[in-house]
Every structure is written in structure tokens, then in C-alpha cells.
């Protein structure tokens, strides 16, 4: 194993010993490996902070990305480690970077339901109504957390004014369709409650009540059976037409 292999290992596992004497022994502090991975955004990732520490104190580049554009903050915050996190921010990690697929640091807290990452973010000031532009799958921190059932990210979410009724560009897919596909009832209700339409449609002319049925999601689709007037998309056999 080459001495940069030996200092990605050491950050992976936190063994700050080894770290420090590979640094002290000339190793570069930013040395990468074929995906262009630092030993930042290893230490960031797996949630050593001593050892994230050490390396700003190093001189560390704190938002060199890899080769699919995730810095460090990023990948702290994927995984939920808000320590890390603080730490990046302290030092004014740039919040507002995306990945190559245009995923930004607060959808994928939201994503894992990590509650106290995404709080931190939206203190330190990003824009929740532009971090689901230019992404690839569209996908909102309001509709990620709706997808996974993250109850408390999304109810902190439209706290901060997040759209209720936001639709994706290219399917018309609302929150409240997320919720009722993937059978959340608890995050359609919060939903509901919070002033969701039940009668929008997808670019198919489907509603959430269409897909809940459809997807066989029937304690959903009896709850949104009770909030939803429009119900004219059945076919003459009353089968719904998802697709």
C-alpha cells in the first residue's frame, strides 16, 4: 500500500496517529486517489472530526470536490454527522456547491432524515428554493424527506416555507403523489394538514388518490379517498389508469 493509500485509510478509520505522522512524513494533505477522493472528504464521510480538524489545521482544500463534484460537507452531510458538519461550516464550507448531477448539501440530509444536519444548514443560510434546481432527478429536500417518510425534516421544511404543492418539471409529481406511491399515510396527513391539494394531477392526469390505488397502497388511498373531489380518472371497468 502507497503512503497516499496509507493516509486514506487512516482517515477512513480515524486513527489520527497515523495521520499526523504520514502528513509530518510529506505526504500531501490534499493527495487524492483515482476518483479524485481527498482525505477530507474521507474523514468527513465517515464522521471523524478530530480527524477533519487536523486536516484544515494542515491546510486541507475544505471544498475540493471528487469526481462526481461531492465535497467534503456533502458527504458529512449524507451521513448525518453533524459534528463534522459544524465543523465545516465554522469554516465557511461553501453550502450553495452541487454535485455533478445537481444534488445539493441539503437535499441529502434530508434524504437520510437527518434532522439537526438540515437545521444547520438552513441556519448557516442556504436558499431551500433553489436546492433542487438543475437536478438531474429533480427531487426537492421537501421531496426527498416526503419519499424516505422523514416526518420531522419535512414538517421542519414547510416551517421554513417550503411549497406544499411544489410539482416536479418533467411528471408533475407533487409531495403528496410521493407520499401516497411509497405508502407514507402519517407524512400524506402532515401533508394534507398543511394545506396539500389533493386534487392536483401528474402530467398524466393522475392524482395521488390514482396512484395510491394503483400501487395497491390501500390504507393511503382510503385516506385520500376522503380528501379528494376530483375522481374522474377510471376507466369504464373502474380500474385506475396509473400509466
Known amino acids: 500500500m502507497d503512503r497516499v493509500r496509507q493516509l486514506l485509510h487512516a482517515c477512513e478509520h480515524g486513527d489520527g ?12 494533505v490534499d493527495s487524492t486517489d483515482d476518483e479524485e477522493t ?15 480538524r487536523l486536516l484544515l489545521m494542515k491546510g486541507a482544500a475544505l471544498d475540493q470536490p471528487n469526481n462526481f463534484g461531492w465535497t467534503p460537507l456533502m458527504h458529512a452531510c449524507r451521513n448525518g454527522h453533524n ?11 461553501d453550502i450553495s456547491v452541487k454535485t455533478r448531477y445537481g444534488i445539493s448539501a441539503v437535499t441529502l440530509a434530508a434524504r437520510g432524515g437527518h434532522i439537526q444536519v438540515v437545521r444547520k444548514l438552513v441556519e448557516a443560510g442556504i436558499d431551500l428554493n433553489n436546492s433542487g434546481n438543475g437536478c438531474m432527478c ?16 419535512l414538517r421542519f421544511l414547510l416551517d421554513r416555507g417550503c411549497d406544499v404543492n411544489n410539482k416536479t418539471a418533467s411528471t408533475g409529481l407533487t409531495p403528496l403523489m410521493l407520499a401516497a406511491v411509497n405508502g407514507h399515510l402519517k407524512t400524506a396527513q402532515i401533508l394534507i394538514e398543511s394545506g396539500a391539494d389533493a386534487n392536483l394531477t401528474s402530467i398524466n ?9 394503483a400501487m395497491g397502497k390501500s390504507e393511503i388511498a382510503s385516506y385520500l379517498d376522503r380528501k379528494t373531489t376530483n375522481k374522474t380518472f377510471k376507466d369504464k371497468s373502474h380500474h385506475i389508469l396509473f400509466l
Do not use: K, Y
Open 17 to 28: 496517529h497515523s495521520v499526523q505522522a504520514l502528513l509530518d512524513e510529506g505526504v500531501g
Open 38 to 52: 481527498t482525505p477530507l472528504q474521507i474523514a468527513a464521510a465517515n464522521g471523524h472530526d478530530h480527524i477533519v
Open 83 to 93: 459534528e463534522v458538519v459544524v465543523t465545516l461550516l465554522q469554516r465557511q464550507a
Open 138 to 153: 429533480e427531487f426537492t429536500p421537501l421531496l426527498v424527506a416526503v419519499e424516505h417518510g422523514h416526518d420531522a425534516v
Open 205 to 213: 392526469n393522475r392524482t395521488a388518490l390514482d396512484m395510491a390505488t
